[in-house]
């Protein structure tokens, strides 16, 4: 029998974590563009990293993480390690500009050490985006998997799904560019959490409500603490 077309929760799961894929994105971008300058090479670093951190929680699930879940569970789960790599990540975030000109202290300003300098920074690029980025690699194959579960067919439903997450993505750089000023950096992190919260109960269920309504309220919560500094985030690159 042919397969039945994707169910409808999986493809929104899916743009959902598409659009906080690029909201986390844009916040990373602007925390890191301030500490390491609007430069080419710097836009280039950041996005290394972003992609690199993609990139090893796709492999990750390829090589069997988290295989003894059901992909619905699984998907879940990548959410709840996104809202905590970001609501842990804040006060690194806060300590960017620090840390930046730390490294620059550390590695000689001479042309010969000009790749020592550009790995370094790399190094700092990754540990601000590299475990939020993870989670989100390895929740797409999972938001598929579930949807040609549901299904019974493959390739219609693993192509939906990530053409839902295509979707979400464009969605998710929309607000980026229209929130970014009203809500700050702080603000966007925290409606980032929201949608991943959500997305995270669309699929595990409402057995994982109170678990992520805690996580979602931790990732709101955590830029108010002070770790994010207004003078800084509003000064100019």
Known sequence: AP???????PLLAAALAGCVTILL?????????????????????????????????AFAVERGWLSGRSPR??????????L???TLGVPVYGRLPYLALT?????????????????????LCLAA?????????????????????????VGRAVGAAYGANAAGNAVGAVLGLWLLSPLGLGGLLGL??????????????????PLFAAAALACVAAPRLGFLEPRILSSGT
Do not use: H, K
Not at 28 to 42: F, K, P
Not at 140 to 153: K, L, T
């Open 73 to 82: 569970d699984a998907f879940a789960l990548c959410q709840l390690g996104s």
């Open 129 to 153: 985006a590299g475990p939020a980025a993870f989670f989100a690699g390895a929740a797409m194959p999972f938001a598929a998997r579930a949807a040609a579960q549901d299904s019974g067919g």
């Open 25 to 57: 994105e844009t916040a990373w971008i602007r925390r890191l563009g301030l500490s390491l300058g609007s430069t080419v090479n710097a836009f280039s670093l950041m996005t290394a990293a972003f992609i690199i951190g993609i990139s090893a929680g």
């Open 103 to 123: 490294v620059g202290n550390w590695v000689p300003q001479d042309a010969g050490y000009y790749p020592q300098f550009e790995a370094a920074r790399f190094l």
């Open 3 to 9: 397969s039945g077309p994707p169910p409808f929760s």
């Open 84 to 86: 905590a790599a970001v």
């Open 192 to 209: 980032a959490g929201l949608i991943s919260a959500a997305a995270g109960v669309l699929l595990g269920g409402p057995r994982l409500r």
